[in-house]
């Protein structure tokens, strides 16, 4: 193992959270792995998996491929809550993109047992966060990446546009499985689901529904009949929205509701019958959908142990015993 250039003054967790979905508001966790990493660079890796109370959507399934069955028989997260609290306690964090979905998701989750979650002294380092400074997403770096040279006059419109042309045509070059042709291409930038051109409107089943935003999940139905000023606030000019955001939430104010195109009910036909569902967006809103699911009484997880490799272990301890983490990779 290479030598650990991080200097720990105390163990740093890094975690990541498989859920029934997006909303960090409403979704909840069905499994969560933490990685503890000691200041002499030893790792413990400790996996839960958790009834979450509620169906998981099929989109997120079609994600991490956890089902509802998988999960039937595992403990509720208030069951662990209070050892999985202690286990983070003295403890820093770390993950990927945790501050905008895996964090504010958990310390939901920590809320509603009664817990409050991260520790005051808990420092975060968030390695996304590092990644994009770092490693910037711009033009002059897809550039450079796909085309092998320097954007030499970055921000002149024409310097733009030929470098901009130049990347598209090098990445359908590159990515053989990518479409050939202009409207496979547009359906692969621009999810079917998709209403708008940002997605702040998706379908879902037959509806029309919010994707963003403290409203996320409302059909415009409900969000004309119950919260119509927030869409005509959108609506107001005040807000920085697209225009075809606009347009669609003036229609539905004046009762024009959109109809889901024929085209897309039959896709979505075609994938209930195939049983498959695929997401094509990590951005996309997934809304649980009234799926019938059993959930059996709480029970604790059993562990399995995993071979221990150079400075990492995994802790072979019956979850019972330990009352928090099942050991399953």
């Known amino acids: 193992m290479k030598a650990q250039r991080l200097q720990l003054a105390r163990p740093i967790i890094s975690f990541d959270l498989e859920t029934t979905g997006l909303d960090i508001g409403s979704d909840r966790v069905v499994e969560m792995c933490c990685v503890k990493i000691q200041a002499s660079g030893e790792r413990e890796i400790r996996t839960l998996r958790l009834n979450p109370g509620r169906p998981i959507a099929p989109q997120a399934t079609a994600v991490h491929g956890i089902t509802d069955a998988d999960v039937a028989d595992a403990p509720h ?3 662990a809550a209070r050892d999985l609290h202690a286990y983070f306690a003295g403890c820093d964090l770390t993950g990927f993109n945790i501050e905008h979905f895996d964090l504010p998701l958990l310390t939901n989750e920590f809320g509603r047992a009664g817990l409050a979650f991260p520790f005051p002294d808990a420092r975060v380092i968030d390695s996304f966060r590092i990644f994009i400074m770092r490693e910037p997403r711009d033009l002059s770096a897809a550039l450079r990446f796909y085309c092998n040279r320097e954007l030499t006059e970055a921000h002149h419109a024409e310097a733009d546009a030929l470098a901009a ?3 598209l045509l090098a990445q359908v070059d590159r990515y053989s499985d990518l479409p050939e042709d202009v409207p496979a291409l547009h359906a692969v930038c621009r999810p079917p689901d998709w209403l708008d051109g940002q997605g702040k409107v998706v379908w879902v089943d037959e509806d029309a529904v919010i994707s963003f935003g403290k409203h996320k999940g409302k059909s415009l139905r409900v969000m004309v009949e119950h919260e119509a000023s927030y869409l005509q606030w959108i609506c107001g000019g005040k807000s920085s929205f697209a225009p075809d955001v606009v347009d669609i939430m003036r229609k539905a104010l004046n009762g024009m509701f959109p109809e889901k195109p024929i085209a897309l009910r039959a896709a979505v036909l075609t994938e209930v019958v195939k ?11 997934i809304v649980a959908k009234p799926v019938a699911a059993t959930i059996a009484p709480v029970r604790d997880t059993v562990s399995v142990g995993v071979p221990a490799s150079s400075r990492q272990r995994s802790a072979t301890i019956e979850a019972p015993q330990l009352g928090l983490f099942g050991i399953i990779r």
């Open 165 to 167: 042309a130049d990347v």
């Open 77 to 79: 997260f208030e069951a």
């Open 275 to 285: 049983k498959t569902t695929v997401d094509a967006t990590p951005t996309k809103v």
